[in-house]
């Protein structure tokens, strides 16, 4: 069920990136996106059991596998990065074409 | 030897860094590391078995540095070299040459990766890497590229990671032989992160605007070994999992007609450049075996082309007709568009007859019209007048190519058993008749190709086609 919400999401985010025309739409689906995949490998790594893989004193044995929990710190610091660039490439492209539309863009942009 | 590999991944990301600090020495700075790679491909290539380094257990970070990424080290080592002294005089800031570093050193750690999520972060930096220098003339048409390739880069690598967290969850790990216990939509999905990536087939027609759009030492490092990043783990991949090798070797044939049947008809220099890119990959995947020895001739020969590209009067090729071009640049060009064509004594010759010879039967027909594509798309070069005697070009210019097409002739050692009769008279007869067939056909046709599957949205919603395609005949016809 959740599973079946996490890649409804993706799937959303994949679809606003080819239907909405403002660029600035197209980056933030490309974000909603990069969220759902992320959350689907939190989803993943809570296979086994929900309880935070930190060692105490009573030990439960239903911790979340902490590996894909780790890896997709990486992932989450990669996504952020390339959107603060492409923001600011936006940003540049603002000036002269205002409305953002990417047909547009791509008409003046293209030889 | 592992210390020094974990050193030398190192190396190039601190010294970029040092650079944008120290701006004064940029310039040597960032030619030391690519001699560095050099030395140690050079040590790479005397090791008789592959390093294996398996960081922190199973699940963690695999690299393995064997003969096939010796090559492509090697391409990375001479073209990062090239490009650097190519851009010597030119006043490019430390910011340029620190991108140029990283990008040298994201790449070195994209052909040692063995596990899917290291390739993934090593190819998220080389696109951010690759971006930030496609961008680095801040004109509108720049930024706009550079978005668009850093847009649909970054969603093909978003499909590839749920593939891969796929594979883990079949496999416990991230390693590439996973790819044998996951389920057909990790195959699917990771294929189509890395098809874009490297550009093949219809989802690379990102690259023509691309490669010519950017500035000339940009889009010779680019198509010398940035796409390179890409096509390496479809080849580890088919070498790991043999499974997979029918399906790579299907996307290396459509791939190589795909791009030459483009620049067969393209009138414009760069753009033919890149098309031709496209389909000397296909040649690479077409026989996974020995991709590496063609990666390196290619890696050679295409930025040698891209400089010398960069220096010609014009970029249409009706006005290149009239304008004679200097003679040492023309000496240069067609021995460069020789190589590729196949002609004996270049390096080239021994890459496409060793690629011939690893065919499966069906592929030698296609590869053949793919090879007589190229001989007559490059006829197009070694036909252009020459004779004009200024010559304006900066010493960094000739440095590079002298040390690219250097490469080209010393790179024979490695296969120097394809000088044999027979071997020797197909390349020629080859290049005969596409040269025949230029003067004859191609000179007098003008053929504009649609460009429709290069506009943005149709390059998003082509990788959804290629996901669907992949799934299905990957599931269907490998049955894994």
Redesign the interface.
């Known amino acids: 069920m959740l599973e079946g919400f996490i890649l409804a999401t993706i799937f959303c985010g994949f679809f606003g990136i080819i239907l909405k025309k403002n660029l600035v739409m197209k980056i933030i689906s490309m974000d909603i996106m990069n969220t759902g995949v992320i959350s689907y490998f939190v989803l993943i790594a809570s296979r086994n059991g929900l309880f935070t893989p930190i060692l105490s004193d009573n030990r439960n044995g239903n911790y979340a596998d902490p590996v894909p929990q780790a890896v997709v710190l990486t992932a989450i610091v990669i996504g952020l990065s390339i959107q603060a660039l492409m923001l600011v490439g936006v940003m540049k492209l603002a000036k002269n074409n205002p409305t953002l539309e990417t047909i547009e863009i791509e008409k003046n942009n293209t030889p | 030897m592992s210390t020094i590999t974990i050193l030398w991944i190192a190396l190039p990301f601190l010294a970029g860094f040092i650079i944008y600090l120290f701006p004064k020495i940029d310039r040597y700075l960032a030619l030391s590391v690519p001699l560095i790679s050099l030395g140690y491909t050079l040590q790479l290539f005397t090791e008789t078995s592959p390093i294996t380094l398996q960081l922190l257990d199973n ?1 963690g970070v695999i690299l393995v540095a064997d003969q096939l990424s010796g090559y492509f080290i090697l391409t990375n080592a001479l073209v990062t070299a090239a490009v650097i002294c190519y851009c010597w005089n030119t006043n490019k800031s430390a910011f340029f040459y620190t991108q140029a570093i990283i990008l040298h050193g994201s790449l070195n750690s994209a052909f040692l990766c063995a596990d899917f ?1 290291s390739l ?2 090593a190819l ?1 930096v080389i ?2 890497a690759a ?2 220098l496609i ?1 680095y003339p ?1 004109t ?2 720049s ?5 668009r390739y ?2 649909v880069s ?2 093909a690598l ?1 499909f590839y ?2 593939g891969t ?1 796929l594979v ?2 079949a496999h416990n790990s ?1 390693s590439f032989a996973g790819l044998r216990d996951a389920p057909p939509e990790a195959l699917a999905l990771i294929f189509l992160g890395l098809l874009t990536k490297g550009g093949i087939f219809v989802s690379g027609l990102w690259l023509p ?1 691309t490669h010519s ?1 950017s500035e000339t030492p940009v889009s010779a490092m680019m198509s010398g070994i940035v796409v390179k990043a890409g096509v390496y783990p479809l080849v580890r991949c088919a070498l790991m999992v043999p499974e997979v090798d029918p399906l790579v070797r299907v996307f290396g044939v459509g791939t190589a007609l795909l791009g030459v049947f483009y620049a067969v008809f393209e009138k414009d220099t760069k753009r033919m450049l890149a098309f031709h890119t496209v389909s000397q990959l296909g040649f690479v995947l077409a026989a996974p075996v020995v991709g590496g020895f063609y990666a390196l001739t290619h890696g050679l020969v295409k930025s040698a082309l891209f400089l010398i590209a960069g220096v010609l009067p014009s970029r249409n090729f009706k006005e290149l007709q009239h304008q004679p071009i200097s003679t040492p640049i023309w000496i240069a060009l067609v021995i460069a568009s020789f190589s590729i064509s196949g002609f004996p004594l270049l390096s080239g010759f021994g890459a496409k007859v060793l690629t011939s010879k690893n065919f499966l039967p069906w592929q030698t027909i296609a590869m053949n019209i793919a090879a007589l594509g190229t001989a007559i798309s490059f006829a197009k070069f070694i036909f252009l007048p020459r004779g004009n005697s200024e010559n304006h070009v900066q010493r960094g210019f000739w440095v590079a190519v002298i040390m690219l097409i250097g490469g080209l002739f010393l790179a024979n050692i490695v296969y120097y058993e394809a000088y044999t009769v027979e071997n020797i008279i197909k390349p020629l007869v080859t290049i005969a008749i596409g040269w025949l067939v230029y003067l004859l056909i191609i000179k007098h046709i003008t053929l504009k190709l649609p460009r429709t599957l290069e ?3 149709h390059l ?2 082509v990788m ?1 086609l290629i996901l669907v395609f992949l799934f299905w005949k990957g599931f269907a016809w490998l049955g894994i």
């Open positions: 699940f999520m993934y972060v998220e696109g951010i971006f930030l961008v801040r509108d048409r930024i706009w590229v550079g978005l850093l847009f970054n969603v978003l990671l749920i967290v883990y969850k991230f605007l759009e506009r943005f949205e998003i919603g959804s």
